[in-house]
């Protein structure tokens, strides 16, 4: 997918940005460290992008495929059972393992423990267990690399939705199976967002690294999954964040920012709420994302993404560092 030279956003979706960028309400330039303000994904009365949001799922709900997989009706994963009055005590490694375990022989692909933090909650939400379980479900690439999705071959957007059930059913039964050990816990379904920003908690549990294009690498399956989550007063033991090499290789990579239509994502990383890392133009994004029904381009040409080429690239990565300590320690 080349750029397409000369893309005009539509004006059914410019028209009803407000007066604010949402690159502001993201903090982009900002210096100071602060949680992530809620945005776009969030309820309509939390942010000055709810009338945007509403154009764009609206305009989505035109695709009979779309709308059947993004529905309430759609299978999302049982109710909240009660917790069980008296506690399953064990060691926290125990649980840990015996939560991961559930995991995987769910539907889960991806799995990953990390300690709350407040950075991993929105602006305004609180939430008051100290663990996360973060989820990965993995996506079809063939219908992945099918991006961008249109009215008339809606794949790669089917594919989103039904990946988003999978992660919910996963979250869901796990929340229910660690309230059936008397623990407190909540499921986190996507893809709207509500108190915990996923990304960075899943970064912190060893699921992947931000890449360029925004989203997730992961060191087996690229940026082709989507994440839920439980949180849980469970006591577990965190997991380390996955240090891959995706900073070094997506410094050297423009793949994502060449094909990207509207030219959104930055090819240096940026100044963010007072860190530096990589970062996606939203007023550039959204519209392109709004009139090809979620886009998903970046993620889709990602080399990572490919199947069987993230494990070749991690370890060629790894083989190169190790030869720079080598040489450094001569
Ligand atoms: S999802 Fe956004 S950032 Fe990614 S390619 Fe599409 S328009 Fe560009
Ligand atoms: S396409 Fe290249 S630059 Fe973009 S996220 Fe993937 S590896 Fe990084």
């Not at 309820?43 to 945007?52: Q, Y």
């Not at 796990?174 to 986190?188: R, S």
């Not at 989203?215 to 007063?233: E, K, P, Q, W, Y």
């Not at 889709?300 to 990565?317: E, I, N, Q, V, Y």
Request: charged letters at 25%; one cysteine or more; proline letters at 8%.
């Amino acid at each position: 997918m080349k750029r397409l030279a000369g893309y005009i956003p539509n004006p059914r979706f410019t028209d009803l940005f407000p007066e604010t960028s949402g690159n502001t309400v993201n903090g982009l330039g900002e210096t100071e460290v602060r949680r992530a303000s809620p945005f776009f994904w969030h309820p309509a009365d939390k942010h000055d992008f709810g009338a945007l949001q509403h154009e764009v799922i609206a305009y989505h709900r035109n695709s009979p495929e779309i709308c059947e997989v993004f529905n309430p009706k759609a299978p999302r994963g049982p109710k909240p059972v009660e917790r069980a009055k008296t506690r399953v005590e064990k060691p926290a490694a125990d649980w840990a393992q015996e939560i991961k375990n559930f995991v995987l022989g769910d539907e889960g692909d991806l799995v990953g423990i990390t300690a709350m933090d407040p950075m991993y909650t929105y602006e305004g939400y609180e939430i008051a267990h100290p663990w996360i379980i973060m989820i990965g479900v993995t996506m079809d690439y063939g219908e992945l690399s099918k991006a961008p999705p249109s009215f008339e071959d809606p794949s790669a957007g089917v594919e989103v939705g039904r990946q988003y059930n999978r992660a919910a059913r996963v979250c869901r039964r796990l929340a229910n199976f660690i309230l059936e050990q008397g623990w407190d816990a909540k499921a986190w379904p996507g893809p709207y967002a509500s108190a915990l920003n996923m990304i960075p908690a899943a970064i912190a549990a060893g699921l992947g690294e931000l890449g360029k294009h925004g989203s997730m690498i992961n060191r087996i399956h690229g940026s082709a999954f989507r994440l839920s989550a439980v949180t849980t007063d469970m006591p577990l033991i965190a997991d380390k964040p996955d240090d891959i090499g995706v900073d070094d290789f997506c410094a050297n990579c423009r793949i994502c920012s060449e094909a990207c239509p509207p030219q959104a994502i930055f090819d240096e990383k940026q100044m963010v709420r007072g860190v530096k890392k990589w970062y996606v133009d939203f007023d550039k994004c959204i519209p392109y994302f709004g009139e090809t029904l979620a886009c998903g381009i970046c993620i889709a040409r990602c080399p990572w993404s490919r199947p069987g080429t993230g494990p070749r690239l991690a370890d060629k990565l790894a083989r190169r560092r190790a030869r720079k300590a080598d040489e450094q320690n001569r």
